[in-house]
């Protein structure tokens, strides 16, 4: 596609339940990023893709968030258990390469966690 | 580590009015600066940047200056329009793949 695309746009789920959300990146893309935005704050950083590896997995908030990307492009963030405050905006991004420092972002996904 | 301070919005001008979003950061060495703009309804998409110490960044009538000197990155317009309502974030980065961070974003609505 034409932009950096996420799944879903809304989801709410029950504490305790697991979810996951997709980001398809822009193609030919090798860089990956996945960003929190909570309510009021900046964004958080959790992990970013170059290719298909995660060079550094300290950005996760708990052992309950995991990702992964596959092929050098689909990447999928995992949430395990949720809790109330899991309760975000989950933005995914990608760049030609992590050196360029121009990220282009998807529209988010937007976690309610009840 | 590094961060990125910007000024707590929100901010609401009149059309025309000018406009200066304050941003300052700590970070070693030396970073580069951008400016993202969220508009409603749409992703975070890169507004300016600035690479170097006293480069200046512009677009759409914006412009950033990068002071090393007082490790700040300020976006001003002169006169703003009501499609420049969004939400504003300052971020650097030592383009190490894994250190973009971005400011707390700074809402800015523009009444006709």
């Known amino acids: 596609g034409a932009g950096v695309s996420q799944s879903p746009s809304n989801k709410v789920t029950e504490k305790g339940k697991d979810v996951e959300l997709r980001c398809d990146p822009i193609?030919?893309?090798?860089?990956l990023y996945w960003y929190r935005q909570s309510l009021g704050q900046g964004l958080e950083f959790l992990i970013y893709?170059?290719?298909?590896?995660?060079?550094?997995k300290s950005g996760l908030p708990s052992d309950r968030f995991s990702a992964e990307r596959t092929g050098g492009s689909v990447s999928t963030l995992t949430i395990q258990r949720t809790q109330q405050e899991d309760s975000a905006v989950y933005l995914c991004?990608?760049?030609?390469?992590?050196?360029?420092?121009?990220?282009?972002f998807g529209e988010g996904s937007r976690l309610t966690v009840l | 580590g590094d961060s990125v301070t910007q000024m707590e919005g929100p901010v609401t001008l009149s059309e025309e009015a000018c406009l200066t979003i304050?941003?300052?950061?700590?970070?070693?060495?030396?970073?580069?600066l951008f400016w993202y703009v969220q508009y409603p309804g749409e992703g975070l998409q890169l507004l300016l940047k600035?690479?170097?110490?006293?480069d200046k960044g512009s677009n759409k009538g914006f412009e950033a200056t990068y002071r090393k000197e007082t490790t700040s990155f300020h976006l001003e317009k002169g006169s703003v329009q009501v499609s420049d309502s969004a939400v504003y974030f300052c971020?650097?980065?030592?383009?190490?793949?894994?250190?973009?961070?971005f400011g707390a974003g700074t809402r800015l609505t523009v009444k006709p």
């Open positions: 991004a990608s760049s030609l390469g992590y050196d360029t420092g121009e990220l282009f």
């Open positions: 193609s030919g893309h090798t860089a």
């Open positions: 893709f170059q290719g298909n590896s995660a060079p550094d």
């Open positions: 304050n941003c300052t950061y700590t970070a070693t060495g030396y970073p580069s």
């Open positions: 600035a690479t170097k110490a006293d």
């Open positions: 971020a650097l980065t030592h383009r190490r793949g894994d250190d973009m961070r």
